[in-house]
């Protein structure tokens, strides 16, 4: 909370994420054989990558004040069905170009669902997410887990590419947040993005278009599920759909929140995705060299975004006098 | 009429258009839609699958029935309250395993079994009521967050004990008896799903704590304005969903004798699925137990019926997914645009031939001829009183009227310059009538009949006459009681113009012109209330006739005025006074020289007389316009009209300027002089009426002085 005295001005949820981030990189370091070790580095950035370029998508959103929980989904089917157009035969570009289509149209449905029939992002997303799945699983999808045919070289050698050592996806994923930065602090939508996630009702009055911008900011996150979609294929050759019921989701949103990027909207930016995803990648590598059981770890982040949504509810509380009726 | 005409007459007069919009105005009508698709999902599945009705197929299909049924009704609840609760597939399979633990590895018996599933759910609710209700955190989130949670706790005991209870010797026959046994006929699953269904019902719609979960849920803030407590009324919401969810996994438990990894998963969305489809709304206020029953059929009979059907992974996903959009979809736009499509489609104007009528041309040398008296009345409350629809004076020549804002106000004699709320009555005062010991008995607009005694004391005399049996809308309820007369033994008349519309809407009455108003009477002494006649086009003024026979009843969009017998060897018969006069009939009143005063509240114009003979345009123009441009009656004009026994016009008076009285409401003769009330007007007019005689009070010529 914003506070007169400059000492605690300081002390923001992002600074506060971050220092936890380093108290817990410099605990594991000094607890864990081997955490420090270059390759486990890597390892934390390459793993943070996926879910990173997931969070910058979901904190787009969510600073307009909206929420997409279709974005596993979206990410698994557009990927599963460009690899089966692969498996086909088809080329990549033309795969490619067809998939696009597909992806912005998930987007594109999304917003129409939120921004024109009025549906709650929530209920919005959480339909779309199970119908997309539904559909492309029973209808078009023969298996749950498609490989990365050997006729498509250049994906597999996107696989293993490196950018000044570093693998393709991290690249993507520091390339992912700059433009969102960029675009969220300096252009005329990004600007816009802000101020309707802080007053809905003040942004349309003076004029600006809600409407197309909340379905803009749904195809934005589609794309970017796509896109990590991508990176997740490339270094793991292939797409396994079951990560639909897997916790992906609330690692997505748990690095949204812990960051910063308050569920009310208007607040944070790519800075927070950033800390967010450093503390949870940090934290998932931790746990996985402690041994501990994926079942564990999922108890263990799901109580930790517990503590942030209440912590994210006592920050920025609701009004009770402002709350609009059947905001859940 | 031509035969084009006729034909236009038999479409708009014979069709009961109207019924539509009553049907839908109900409450009940949310139902129908969720309950033809319901109809449709159990003809489609009949039909497609063979031996769907099979009693074996049937047994196996109320058995999940029950377990789905009670999970869906506890978040019905919970979404009643304005919340959600996403948890329900953990806190099932938490459920499940604790009756589990009690039976196969602690050995206890099934009473301790069920006990455990129940408190272990609502241990568990009780943790998302804790943190929605009393933390106010969002619930969707929240409860996303604890299905996760319970789901982990969930798959870490099952990986640690599942393998006792699987290998475990004990045999409890109660148990297994709940699981797959039946009784009648009928599963015990589905009977005490049956049961739990029956007490929400109740408690939903019978009891304190559910109109509180429908209040808060409505209007939260107006909930905690009317001190409600709010919080603890949420967090309970969540109680009783984690309850019913332990119980739903207590049945399953019982029926499978075990659990498995995928217990529960994927249940919360078929249940938010089932509730919304049934018609429940997100976001609270708006939904019924009957409507979780529907959606929990519908959602359970498309899965299962498609998983017979051979659809592969994945459809189920699909369908819940395509079902659980469209239903919010639907109820987000049906709530948006409920009362527009009602105000669109309840309007269902008739087909109405006027007669032509006589000229009110001032100079016209008809009797309707108006002139310019009321121009020039004495103002009494100028710009201090709104809505003095009629007017009375006591015997100590007070003067009395209702107003718009539900009071009866009092000017005293003999200047009328002082004034006091006589009575706060509520809705909207219209016609008013003195008994014999000087209490005030008026119509009350939107809300019935009802006294004031000369203290001021309030009393109500009736809001309801029975209800006719083949009407849509509630009939027995008084909707606009609009004028009252008290016969010689006491009995009161009173007309209630219209069954179709509040009182504030009575102009949209006039567009549709259907004879729904009635004549009804109101016996003190048995404090009974029946309807006398039915079918005029907006009932309104009543006078008792001078000799106390027979009762002057004006019906208004008729423009006629009948005469009721309500004693000698006429009793019982109507028979026309006056017909096809230029203007719209209001109040009726005695007046000193044995004839009546009556009141035009408006002038008939040729426009809207020809309008009325044309009920596909006023159709057109009540669904494609906004009202401020629709076609109405002109009330910009009125008067006041004097007629005798036979009906013969003997005098007219009006303001031809309009700026006095343009339209009037009522009058009434106190000695000497008249007094005029307008229902939109902002002040009352008094004129000197030089013939008349100035003893005669309209009080005296009732009760003759005796008091």
């Not at chain 2, 009932?539 to 017998?565: F, K, P, T």
């Amino acid at each position: 909370m914003p506070s007169n005295r400059p000492l605690l001005r300081i002390f923001t949820q992002e600074t506060i994420v971050l220092l936890m981030a380093v108290v817990l990189f410099a605990g594991f370091a000094v607890a864990l054989d081997g955490f420090t070790a270059p390759a486990n580095l890597l390892n934390i950035v390459r793993s943070v990558s996926v879910l990173g370029i997931l969070a910058a998508g979901m904190g787009i959103v969510v600073i307009g004040r909206g929420i997409d929980l279709s974005m596993v989904s979206i990410m698994v089917v557009t990927v599963a069905i460009q690899l089966q157009l692969l498996q086909a035969g088809w080329s990549l570009w033309s795969a490619t170009a067809i998939v696009a289509v597909i992806t912005v149209g998930l987007g594109l449905m999304n917003g129409f669902m939120v921004a024109y029939a009025g549906v709650s992002a929530l209920f919005a997303t959480l339909a779309s997410s199970a119908f997309v799945f539904g559909f492309v699983r029973s209808q078009i999808l023969t298996q749950d887990v498609i490989y990365i045919p050997e006729t498509a070289g250049s994906l597999l050698w996107l696989g293993k590419a490196r950018l000044f050592d570093l693998p393709l996806d991290v690249i993507v994923f520091l390339a992912v947040v700059l433009i969102a930065l960029v675009l969220l602090r300096w252009s005329r939508p990004g600007r816009f993005l802000y101020l309707m996630g802080d007053n809905f009702q003040a942004a349309r009055t003076m004029g600006i278009p809600v409407r197309p911008l909340i379905v803009a900011s749904f195809v934005a996150s589609a794309v970017l599920a796509w896109l990590a979609g991508i990176a997740s294929a490339v270094s793991l050759q292939s797409m396994n759909t079951r990560l639909v019921n897997s916790a992906l989701l609330y690692d997505v949103v748990l690095v949204v929140v812990i960051g910063g990027i308050g569920l009310s909207g208007g607040k944070g930016g790519m800075r927070n995705v950033v800390v967010g995803a450093l503390l949870i990648g940090i934290l998932l590598n931790g746990m996985t060299i402690l041994n501990l059981p994926n079942i564990h770890q999922n108890l263990i982040k799901a109580l930790i975004l517990l503590g942030a949504i209440i912590l994210d509810g006592q920050l920025n509380p609701r009004d009770e006098q402002t709350s609009q009726q059947g905001d859940i | 009429m031509n035969l084009r005409e006729r034909l236009t007459r038999l479409r708009y007069n014979k069709l009961p258009d109207h019924l539509l919009g009553e049907l839908l105005s109900k409450s009940w009508a949310d139902n129908l839609v969720p309950f033809v698709f319901l109809v449709v999902v159990v003809a489609a599945f009949g039909i497609l699958l063979p031996g769907f009705f099979a009693p074996s197929s049937l047994l196996d299909t109320t058995r999940q029935l029950g377990e789905f049924l009670i999970v869906v009704l506890g978040l019905t609840i919970v979404i009643i309250g304005g919340g959600i609760d996403l948890s329900v597939g953990s806190i099932f399979a938490l459920g499940a395993f604790a009756a589990l633990c009690v039976i196969y590895i602690a050995e206890g018996p099934a009473w301790l079994a069920f006990l455990a599933a129940l408190g272990a759910g609502a241990l568990f609710g009780a943790l998302n009521g804790f943190l929605v209700g009393y933390l106010r955190l969002r619930a969707f989130l929240t409860t996303l967050v604890t299905l996760i949670i319970g789901r982990s706790i969930y798959d870490i005991l099952i990986t640690t004990w599942g393998t006792r209870i699987q290998s475990s010797p004990v045999w409890n026959d109660t148990f297994d008896h709940i699981g797959t046994g039946a009784i009648w006929g009928q599963p015990i699953s589905a009977l005490i799903a049956l049961g739990f269904a029956l007490a929400a019902h109740i408690v939903m719609s019978r009891s304190r704590i559910g109109w509180h979960f429908t209040a808060v849920g409505g209007a939260r803030r107006s909930a905690f304005n009317v001190g409600i407590n709010v919080r603890r009324t949420i967090f309970l919401t969540y109680v009783v969903s984690g309850a019913a969810c332990g119980i739903a996994g207590f049945l399953f438990a019982a029926r499978l004798s075990g659990v498995g990894p995928g217990t529960g998963l994927g249940l919360e969305l078929a249940a938010l699925t089932a509730a919304v489809v049934g018609g429940n709304s997100l976001g609270g206020g708006r939904g019924s137990i009957a409507k979780g029953l529907m959606g929990a059929i519908i959602v359970l009979l498309i899965t299962n019926g498609l998983i017979r059907m051979g659809a592969g992974t994945g459809t189920s996903q699909l369908i819940v997914g395509l079902l659980l959009a469209a239903a919010i979809v639907l109820d987000v736009r049906w709530l948006k645009n409920r009362h527009k499509v009602l105000s669109e489609v309840y309007v269902a104007p008739l087909h109405h031939a006027m007669q032509p009528a006589q000229s009110a041309l001032p100079g016209s040398g008809t009797a309707y001829a108006l002139n310019n008296t009321l121009a020039s009345a004495q103002a009494i409350a100028l710009g201090t009183v709104e809505g003095p629809e009629d007017v009375i004076l006591d015997a100590a020549d007070n003067l009395y009227a209702g107003t718009r804002h539900g009071e009866i106000v009092r000017w005293f004699a003999p200047d009328y310059t002082r004034s006091e709320v006589f009575a706060h009555i509520g809705g909207f005062p219209l016609g008013l009538a003195m008994a014999r010991d000087g209490e005030i008995v008026s119509c009350v607009g939107a809300m019935g009949l009802y006294g004031v005694a000369k203290d001021g004391k309030v009393k109500e005399l009736s809001t309801e006459t029975q209800r006719s049996l083949l009407s849509v809308v509630d009939d027995a309820r008084l909707r606009d009681p609009n004028d009252c007369d008290i016969g010689p033994d006491g009995r009161i008349w009173f007309t209630d113009s219209t069954t179709r519309y509040d009182a504030h809407d009575w102009a949209l009455d006039s567009i549709e012109s259907r004879p729904t108003g009635r004549l009804l009477v109101h016996d003190p002494k048995t404090g009974k209330t029946r309807t006398v006649l039915r079918n005029l086009r907006y009932a309104n003024g009543v006078c008792l006739s001078h000799d106390g026979q027979s009762l002057l009843i004006a019906e208004s969009w008729a423009c006629s005025v009948h005469r009721y017998w309500i004693a000698g060897p006429k009793e019982g018969q109507l028979e026309p006074v006056i017909r096809d006069m230029p203007g719209y009939p209001d109040n009726i009143n005695r007046a000193s020289d044995g004839t009546y005063w009556m009141a035009w509240l408006g002038m008939r114009t040729p426009s809207f007389d020809l309008a009325l003979r044309h009920p596909a345009m006023r159709k057109r123009m009540t669904r494609n316009l906004p009202q401020d441009d629709w076609l109405f009656p002109n009330i910009n004009t009125g008067g006041v009209v004097k007629f005798d026994e036979t009906g013969a016009i003997v005098g007219t008076l009006g303001d031809l300027g309009g700026a006095a009285h343009p339209m009037v409401t009522s009058m009434r003769e106190h000695k000497g002089w008249l007094y005029v009330g307008g229902i939109l007007n902002n002040r009352i007019g008094r004129i000197r009426l030089p013939d008349a005689d100035p003893n005669w009070t309209s009080w005296n010529s009732y009760w003759g002085g005796r008091a």
